[in-house]
């Protein structure tokens, strides 16, 4: 899978991304870097809740597919006004808005396709990707993904949550993740472009989360009343 990411600044400034994506296992395909910035270390404000060892992984995997994203936008404002494209083999999307909102969809294929064993969770949702997806969309499409999970376990005999009970706790660790990342680029980054791309995600965290533990599934229930008679 590839996307081509095109932010176009009103002053002519064009910034271009190309995310390569493994079509099997859907994971990121980096360019190698001769050097790593010191931010990307995984010691460097690591997660409170990473499982990884920093003698076996001396680099923070969302830290190291994001460096260039950083590298670009480190003197951006975050609500700068761009025209946003995005470019995948099938589809074309295009919007005028914040830069956040163009850097949210970004690093939402960045950051669950990299190899950090929190966000893994979340990689099969780059298989349907939308960009500028509503909450209650990004809400519709976590949910059908967790709820397939569950078929696939129980297909090779392992328990299954069919009452979604575990999409509570992992909306959580996402957000701690989050939380956590946005602390390690506010020390590395002087603007707070991406630090606000990931607020974007933080809130379809929270919106996963909350649906949940205060029953806000009735909207989405609707939508299945032919399979409800």
């Not at 990884?52 to 951006?76: I, M, N, R, T, W």
Request: hydrophobic fraction near 35%; glycine fraction near 4%.
């Amino acid at each position: 899978m590839e996307f081509l990411y095109r932010f176009s600044f009103p002053n002519g400034t064009l910034k271009l991304f190309h995310i390569v994506v493994d079509d099997d296992t859907l994971s990121l395909q980096l360019r190698p870097r001769d050097r790593q910035p010191d931010w990307t270390r995984l010691g460097f404000e690591q997660c409170t809740h990473c499982p990884l060892d920093e003698g076996e992984h001396p680099y923070c995997p969302a830290a190291s597919a994001l460096v260039e994203v950083v590298e670009q936008f480190k003197d951006c404002r975050s609500s700068q006004a761009v025209d946003i494209e995005i470019r995948t083999q099938s589809h074309t999307y295009t919007k005028r808005g914040p830069l956040s909102l163009g850097m949210s969809s970004l690093v939402a294929v960045c950051m669950p396709t990299c190899g950090c064993p929190v966000l893994d969770k979340l990689r099969p949702m780059v298989y349907t990707h939308l960009p500028f997806a509503t909450l209650q969309q990004n809400l519709h499409r976590q949910l059908a993904t967790y709820m397939l999970a569950q078929h696939f376990r129980a297909r090779r005999k392992l328990k299954p949550d069919w009452e979604m009970k575990g999409l509570v706790g992992l909306s959580e660790d996402v957000r701690t993740v989050n939380r956590c990342f946005c602390q390690r680029l506010t020390a590395a980054c002087p603007n707070d472009a991406t630090v606000n791309a990931l607020v974007h995600l933080d809130c379809f965290a929270d919106n996963a989360s909350l649906a949940m533990k205060k029953k806000g599934l009735d909207q989405v229930e609707r939508c299945f009343a032919p399979f409800l008679k």
